[in-house]
């Protein structure tokens, strides 16, 4: 297609869809005709995917998420469909701006953070590389709240996020399945004696299935995103004739991740993780059925993937319908269920392994718990006086009245990875140890990567200019061509285009900063970023505390030699997370104070933006100059800002914790700033308990001071949010080692300030982060995952034009 029938077709599209013409139609209007123009154009190709795919009986992998956070697809579509460049200069010609429209659709935020935004990196790689991968998850009614600062606290509103519609989903009313919830189950004998299972009471959930396209970077791919939303069957209508019943009804997939701190909230969790399994697992088997292969081969046709514990029951489900459903006996569906089940682990935090009581179990699905009760029983038969009593008691699924997710995960799979060098070796080595003696060629590393068209072609295409213009095209298709950069590192005409492209996206952040908190930056500054969920490993707080440090240092001397500094913090807090919120109440209060203080001559700046999101992400990743990886050396499992930063031209300041290491490997120890205790270093503290943050307190007079603000008035309006934090370090004796690392972090920040004053070296190292981003493509990730975990292989029918 071309320009001039590009618009030829949307002028149509719009008249056809609204009676309208270019000057009379709303943004929204245009947004919609721009959309459906778009997906009528990738339909086809779409259908022909899956018919392929069909006709070749080709292998597909299936990624089962509680947790899809794909952002805007607007822009994302275009670019895959080649068409970004013909839609923004066509519109331009009609007199419409392309990112008018893309203002208008809202973020489609069905995950918390990490996780649901590595699921959606994979969504475009699987497809990008053209593999048969799909996803599965909830369609989830409100997304993830949206963030408001009143009196700088964190205030939680719905995110309504369908209210207008989804132009990107198809409803699949034929592909529903039913889902059946709670109520009673016993065995009975059949006429042949075979034990079945028969259902007293409960009530039946309709899953209808809604499908988003995932277009393939220029390939003509297009996979699918199954997303399961609940509906009442029919036949149950009886049932939810009131309010209140319809009402809670309606909750279960109405929310992502209710409130897990109270016992509802809890059971309203387990049962959206079991509707969404089964029906993705019901949904996978109807499908391979209609292939007419035996049933003994399914592993040679489906793969699926266990992200984190949430789908962990699709271990159990899928055994539940081998051996109820289709009669196989339960040793050659435990075979199968092996061989097409894999999980990953994302994090060694004991409170994010899920364990579920076995009464609520029983509760919301009593035939998965009896076959998970099954699957114990003959774990532990088979390796009584095998294996050490004790490790059998440690590793067995249910334990003390638990049900304990992970063990199922990872007995019922062939593999069990972790998402970074340093974190999968930990699981080998701590926390799932246990598990590694019993089968130690399950445990393999996938380290996370990110989808490099989403966080530099839409995000950056002020940088990707310059790449084009420096080192050709080819890093758009293959990352590793970024390392062609490296033989312009003393190029200085290319090291003022990167850092004019730099400055160009830092000043427009700018903009966004003043005209949403109304705070003046300069762009001449220091751009340094923290953005991630606020959780106390993370250690927003050690960024703040330097943060005051280099305030009150000012204040003692206003002439101190530092560069301009703007610090910038992008964090959601779970909403039960009370201490979380106490560290965003202090941050805000703290740029309140920095902010609004002349006698620091603009020195130090402190923003804290509002409700950050994938869209966020995209305006501040461009502008940063400084990336903030600092969480306490083991905690973070992978990272994948710290990946987006690198790419971007941001130096890192990081411990060696999850994906940092592989950072500092891809870089050197010249292009980036580490601090901080080992790894190493926080189990021996751990083992030896000989960790006292008091000593260091009455030891150490600049964190004395620096801590004593919290407390002493420096820092207005925090009374009780100040002493919280104060005593979460001293009287509860800093659990993340914060005051322990402070002083390593006050000296990596100073080098970086050095650095930062020799301008010449500072475009050097950035240069060579970017030049050596390209490990940490998602697309290197999800082939690794195609080769070593799902044996699937991409259709190559497809690529011969
Ligand atoms: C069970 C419940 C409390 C729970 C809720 C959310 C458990 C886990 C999660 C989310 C975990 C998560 O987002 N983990 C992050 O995964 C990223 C992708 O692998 C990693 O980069 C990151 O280090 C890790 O924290």
Redesign the pocket.
């Known amino acids: 297609m071309d320009k001039k029938e590009f618009k030829k077709k949307f002028k149509r599209r719009l008249a056809e869809k609204f009676a309208m013409e270019v000057t009379d139609a709303s943004s929204n209007e245009l947004y919609q005709t721009l959309g459906s123009l778009m997906t009528s154009a990738y339909s086809q190709d779409w259908r022909e995917t899956w018919k392929d795919y069909r006709e070749n009986n080709q292998k597909q992998s299936y990624y089962f998420s509680i947790?899809f956070l794909p952002g805007k697809m607007l822009k994302s579509n275009l670019l895959n469909m080649g068409w970004l460049e013909l839609v923004e200069e066509g519109l331009d010609e009609l007199g419409i701006q392309l990112n008018d429209l893309v203002e208008i659709e809202p973020d489609m935020a069905l995950g918390?953070?990490?996780?649901?935004?590595?699921a959606s990196c994979f969504m475009d790689s699987i497809a990008s590389c053209g593999l048969p991968g799909n996803g599965n998850g909830i369609r989830y009614e409100y997304g993830l709240f949206k963030q408001r600062f009143v009196d700088n606290y964190q205030v939680e509103l719905p995110d309504e996020w369908l209210q207008k519609g989804n132009l990107w989903e198809v409803r699949k009313e034929s592909k529903a399945v039913d889902v059946q919830i709670g109520g009673n189950v016993y065995l009975k004998p059949d006429q042949y004696g075979k034990l079945s299972p028969v259902y007293e009471g409960g009530s039946k959930l309709r899953a209808v299935p809604y499908d988003t396209g995932m277009v393939g970077y220029q390939n003509k791919i297009v996979n699918t995103m199954r997303l399961w939303s609940l509906e009442i069957p029919p036949e149950e209508e009886d049932r939810y004739r009131s309010i209140e019943a319809r009402r809670s009804f309606e909750d279960l997939t109405s929310v992502l991740?209710p409130d897990?701190s109270n016992e509802a909230g809890r059971k309203m969790r387990l049962t959206q993780e079991y509707f969404f399994v089964s029906a993705g697992v019901q949904s996978i088997l109807r499908y391979f059925k209609s292939l007419n292969q035996p049933m003994d081969e399914i592993n040679q046709y489906a793969a699926i993937h266990i992200n984190?514990?949430?789908p962990a029951m699709c271990v159990a489900e899928f055994m539940r319908l081998l051996v109820d459903e289709e009669q196989m006996s339960w040793e050659r569906a435990w075979d199968l269920t092996r061989k097409v089940m894999s999980y990953?682990n994302?994090?060694i935090?004991a409170?994010?392994?899920?364990k579920w009581s076995i009464d609520m179990m029983k509760n919301v699905c009593p035939r998965i718990y009896q076959i998970i009760e099954e699957i114990d029983r003959r774990f532990v038969e088979e390796l009584i006086g095998v294996q050490d009593f004790d490790l059998i008691q440690r590793t067995r699924i249910i334990q003390d009245g638990q049900v304990h997710m992970a063990h199922l995960a990872i007995i019922g799979s062939h593999s069990t990875n972790g998402?970074?060098k340093l974190?999968s070796d930990l699981l080998k080595s701590v926390v799932l140890h246990d598990f590694y003696l019993l089968y130690p060629d399950r445990f393999n590393n996938k380290t996370?990567g990110i989808a490099m068209r989403r966080w530099v072609q839409l995000a950056n295409p002020a940088m990707s200019k310059v790449l084009d213009a420096t080192i050709g095209k080819t890093w758009r298709k293959n990352s590793d061509d970024l390392r062609l950069l490296l033989n312009y590192e003393e190029d200085d005409q290319v090291l003022n285009a990167l850092a004019e492209a730099k400055y160009q996206n830092k000043r427009s952040l700018a903009a966004y900063i003043k005209s949403h908190c109304g705070i003046e930056v300069s762009p001449e500054a220091i751009f340094d970023v923290q953005i991630k969920?606020l959780h106390a490993y993370k250690r927003q707080l050690l960024n703040l505390l330097h943060i005051i440090k280099l305030y009150l240092d000012l204040k003692e001397n206003p002439e101190l030699p530092i560069e301009p500094r703007v610090f910038i913090f992008g964090a959601k807090a779970a909403p039960s997370y009370h201490y979380a919120k106490s560290i965003i109440k202090v941050i805000n209060e703290v740029a309140s104070l920095i902010n609004a203080d002349e006698t620091i001559k603009g020195k130090l700046k402190l923003v804290f933006l509002e409700n950050y999101n994938v869209s966020l992400a995209e305006r501040i990743i461009p502008a940063a100059d400084v990336s903030e990886q600092i969480s306490l050396a083991s905690k973070?499992?992978?990272?994948?800002s710290n990946m987006k930063l690198m790419l971007n031209g941001a130096v890192t300041i990081a411990t060696l914790d999850?994906?940092n290491v592989e950072i500092r490997d891809a870089v050197g120890d010249d292009n980036i700033a580490i601090f901080g205790l080992t790894e190493g270093e926080v189990y021996q503290y751990y083992e030896k308990r000989n960790y006292h943050a008091i000593d260091l307190y009455e030891r150490d007079t600049t964190i004395q001071k620096v801590v004593n603000a919290l407390i002493d008035g420096t820092i207005p309006n925090i009374t009780k949010e100040g002493q919280e934090i104060f005593d979460s370090l001293i009287k509860y004796n800093d659990e993340f080692f914060v005051l322990r690392d402070f002083e390593d972090y006050c000296a990596a920040q100073m080098s970086v300030n050095q650095a930062y004053q020799d301008t010449r070296r500072w475009r050097q190292i950035s240069l060579r982060n970017t030049a050596n981003a390209g490990r940490f493509s998602s697309d290197r990730t999800v082939q690794q995952y195609a080769d070593d975990i799902w044996q699937i292989e991409p259709l190559f029918a497809h690529n011969d034009n």
Do not use: C, Q
């Open positions: 947790e918390n953070g990490g996780l649901g935004r590595l991740y897990d984190d514990t949430h990953t994302h994090t935090m409170e994010a392994l899920e998402v970074a974190h996370n969920r973070e499992a992978s990272g994948t999850g994906a």
